[in-house]
């Protein structure tokens, strides 16, 4: 049994590698997950031998993951959230395949606000979050379109790089249905304060100690909004 980084009645996060901690987790039904953009495994170190081999082997680390991510789902209703970029689409469609899965939307990210970028390309003002999902998943409101638009800027309120905000997080999550959400790859905790606020259980795994503890210390300040309201959750405490 893999113990707790923190812990509270709603939530939980563990400190480790997700290939390690995912197949002891309970089950759980909604994942919302935003892993690594870009990585390289070629053997040079710039990704630059074979682009495209380079792109299924980050595919084969994809794949692991994400099967392990869907076999943790409580029912045929599951679905999984994931952050991506133009870039990556490649990798994670060659990791759906390799699964047996296929993305079954990919939701446009518009940020209202326009990033840095080089000369020869296009200033970035989107992501992307590809759904992928069990048989019996359904977006009940058939009338949510694939562009979502959610104000964001380079300055990130808790410090983290890829920080996303609670509203499109929440979102997400209103739109999913019921039950536990997971997010295998936690970073600063805007995904389990927001299922918190929510009042869905979350779990939550990082790697990095230190986001671990900025995470925490966020899901303790955290207060259910509820209405009408309902009794505070309580104090949770970090595991020595």
């Known amino acids: 049994m893999i113990k707790p980084y923190?812990?509270?009645?709603?939530?939980?996060?563990?400190?480790?590698?997700a290939l390690e901690i995912l197949p002891e987790l309970d089950p759980v039904n909604i994942i919302?997950?935003?892993?690594?953009?870009?990585?390289?495994?070629?053997?040079?170190?710039?990704?630059?031998?074979n682009p495209w081999a380079d792109l299924c082997n980050s595919a084969y680390w994809f794949?692991?993951?994400?099967?392990?991510?869907?076999?943790?789902?409580?029912?045929?209703?599951?679905c999984m959230w994931q952050f991506c970029n133009w870039r990556t689409i490649p990798t994670i469609t060659k990791a759906s395949f390799d699964i047996g899965k296929q993305i079954e939307s990919l939701l446009v990210w518009d940020k209202?606000?326009?990033?840095?970028?080089?000369?020869?390309g296009l200033r970035p003002s989107f992501e992307l979050v590809a759904l992928l999902c069990h048989p019996d998943f359904q977006v009940k409101d058939r009338g949510i379109p694939?562009?979502?638009?959610?104000?964001?800027?380079?300055i990130k309120p808790n410090g983290h790089p890829a920080e996303k905000p609670a509203a499109l997080i929440k979102w997400l999550i209103d739109i999913?249905?019921?039950?536990?959400?997971?997010?295998?790859?936690?970073?600063?905790?805007t995904t389990l304060v927001s299922a918190k606020e929510l009042?869905?259980?979350?779990?939550?795994?990082?790697?990095?100690?230190?986001?671990?503890?900025?995470?925490?210390?966020?899901?303790?300040?955290?207060?259910?909004?509820?209405?009408?309201?309902?009794?505070?959750?309580?104090?949770?405490?970090?595991?020595?």
């Not at 923190?6 to 590698?17: A, F, K």
């Open 146 to 154: 694939d562009i979502k638009r959610c104000l964001w800027s380079s």
């Open 32 to 49: 919302i997950a935003d892993p690594p953009y870009n990585f390289t495994t070629a053997s040079a170190g710039n990704g630059k031998l």
């Open 176 to 189: 999913s249905g019921d039950g536990t959400v997971l997010d295998p790859f936690l970073g600063c905790g």
């Open 112 to 120: 209202i606000w326009i990033g840095p970028g080089g000369q020869r």
């Open 199 to 240: 009042g869905h259980k979350a779990i939550g795994i990082e790697i990095d100690e230190a986001w671990c503890e900025i995470a925490a210390k966020r899901c303790m300040q955290t207060v259910m909004n509820f209405e009408p309201v309902k009794e505070k959750p309580k104090q949770g405490v970090l595991m020595s």
């Open 6 to 17: 923190y812990q509270d009645e709603w939530v939980t996060i563990y400190n480790g590698d």
């Open 63 to 78: 794949s692991a993951w994400m099967k392990l991510c869907f076999e943790r789902m409580a029912s045929n209703q599951g």
